[in-house]
């Protein structure tokens, strides 16, 4: 299937605007929020008008309505990473729920709230115990388990990353002790594509659940997660054309219902007496209080909008889009990319400096010319350590991206340099 672009730019509206006295937008910073087309705009709009009432709740019509549209939004965005509806619980962003992860894990080792639950010391933490994770991780994938580490006395080690910006699949540091293993199916700053079939393998070796944090695959690449064998992955809404407010936690059905909860209150529970309670069954067990239920109908609207198009297709027009940005990008002097420099096991999102010339002041000329992309360590900054370097500049692309923005995007770093004298 070929990809018309400027039909698809069409259903953006925001595409359409200028910026910096006239001059057109060109958007590439789709790695931090996506653009959201009309059908998710509309679909939005639609349930507000027509719909809005508390799901789960009232015997009205409009109740139920709400309850239909949130529950089959559920089931529309489970079967678009390949998992079942029970499997999908709505977090308010990925963030959240890779916390509810670990503190689920503490609420097991502490005893708080696990009673009740059959299979909970699958996920008791003592300390001593290992959590793995990588040094490429977004900060949302690292504090939190520092954070475990910090409550439960467990130790928190990662693999190394080399120079090309792949994994150091050499400095495997796990062990029997290791619990836990967490990592980017696609770093969001590098762009690289981490091996999740290889690292499944070793954590299954040693008893480890894993998680994937797949906020920067879902919404670019096709992604089965019952295939590849995780058991716990997370996504966010406002990535992938959905809505901010929104996120995803997918967990295996066998380990949700095992799991205790992490927030409590309303709509999680089954029956409560003064003298305690009893908690309903996932997925509901963690969605407490009133969900994001517009947020979520946006949500599958955007998982409907990248079906019909096909994530196949998708991910072949961004890794076009990143082969002209890597080729033009590294024919400019002094420019630096850092990750790989092929589309092999990468994605679309490209990171560099600039010798001479600080990341920001080129994100500076690149937004007086109407391009808009991301600066700074981008909740990375173990990862930009490891590169001596403070900040970089990161373009990332998605579906409504052209070859021309590309253009832009490297003649905007020509003129930098130029601006500030480098040669």
Not at 81 to 101: H, M, W
């Amino acid at each position: 299937m070929s990809l018309d672009v400027t039909k698809i730019r069409g259903d953006f509206p925001i595409l359409a605007r200028t910026v910096r006295g006239g001059r057109p937008l060109v958007y590439l910073d789709s790695g931090a929020t996506a653009q959201r087309p009309r059908q998710v705009l509309d679909a939005e709009r639609s349930f507000l008008e027509q719909h809005n009432a508390a799901v789960h709740r009232g015997a009205h019509q409009l109740a139920e309505e709400a309850t239909d549209a949130y529950e089959s939004a559920r089931a529309r965005i489970a079967a678009f990473v390949g998992a079942d509806p029970g499997e999908v619980v709505f977090t308010k962003n990925a963030t959240e729920g890779i916390n509810l992860v670990a503190y689920a894990l503490s609420n097991a080792s502490s005893g708080c709230n696990a009673a009740g639950f059959p299979g909970a010391e699958r996920f008791e933490i003592a300390a001593g115990d290992e959590i793995v994770v990588t040094g490429l991780e977004h900060h949302a994938n690292l504090v939190p388990w520092q954070e475990l580490c910090r409550r439960t006395g467990a130790v928190l080690k990662w693999f190394e990353v080399g120079e090309d910006g792949r994994l150091d699949l050499d400095s495997d540091p796990i062990t029997p002790r290791t619990k836990i293993v967490a990592f980017a199916h696609q770093s969001n700053v590098l762009g690289t594509v981490l091996p999740v079939e290889e690292l499944v393998r070793r954590a299954r070796a040693v008893g480890a659940l894993v998680l994937l944090d797949a906020c920067q695959s879902v919404p670019h690449m096709p992604v089965n997660l019952t295939e590849l064998g995780v058991d716990f992955a997370v996504f966010s809404g406002h990535k992938m054309l959905g809505p901010s407010g929104v996120g995803v936690l997918y967990g295996r059905a066998e380990l949700l219902a095992a799991m205790p909860p992490f927030l409590t209150g309303g709509s999680m529970i089954e029956m409560v007496r003064m003298e305690g309670s009893t908690y309903a069954p996932p997925p509901q067990r963690f969605e407490a209080g009133v969900p994001m239920t517009s947020q979520a109908v946006g949500l599958a609207a955007a998982v409907d909008y990248l079906g019909e198009i096909g994530m196949d297709v998708v991910h072949a027009h961004e890794l076009e889009l990143t082969a002209l940005a890597i080729e033009g990008l590294s024919a400019i002097p002094g420019v630096r990319i850092l990750g790989p420099t092929t589309t092999e096991d990468r994605g679309g999102a490209v990171a560099f400096v600039v010798d001479g010339v600080h990341a920001h002041d080129v994100g500076q000329v690149l937004d007086d010319r109407g391009v808009a992309i991301r600066v700074g360590h981008h909740c990375a900054w173990p990862l930009h350590r490891r590169f001596g370097v403070a900040a970089t500049v990161r373009a990332s692309f998605h579906v409504y991206n052209t070859p021309d923005e590309v253009t832009a995007l490297v003649q905007g770093v020509q003129a930098a340099r130029e601006f500030f004298g480098v040669s």
